[in-house]
């Protein structure tokens, strides 16, 4: 299998505790910046089908659904609050110079 990596976006589009909507393929992804570091998962809540991109990062590492208020940890995808219980699929990240890329299979 070939290692691929798409670019999705440049570092300065996300502010800090920020998200940015993507697209890798046919994938929408949700980006977030904490800490300085990026993060990448699918941008659809496994709960209620939104648009994680609209939600906001509380607890540092958890993006919360704008729908009904569920939290995933966007470090590794687990559904932390209810009512979400099913993991969202996270990606590999890296930022080089500036640009963000992220590898097409998911991790999880």
């Not at 440049?10 to 904490?34: F, P, S």
Request: aromatic letters at 6%.
């Amino acid at each position: 299998m070939v290692d691929e990596w798409d670019k999705v976006a440049h570092i300065e589009e996300i502010d800090e505790g920020g998200t940015l909507a993507a697209e890798v393929e046919d994938t929408e992804v949700c980006l977030y910046k904490v800490e300085g570091k990026v993060f990448a998962t699918t941008n659809k809540c496994s709960h209620g089908e939104a648009s994680l991109a609209d939600g906001m990062i509380v607890d540092d590492f958890l993006i919360e659904c704008p729908l009904h208020e569920g939290t995933f940890d966007i470090r590794t995808g687990a559904a932390v609050g209810a009512p979400c219980k099913a993991a969202i699929r996270c990606f590999d990240v890296q930022v080089k110079e500036g640009v963000i890329y992220l590898r097409r299979e998911p991790v999880n």
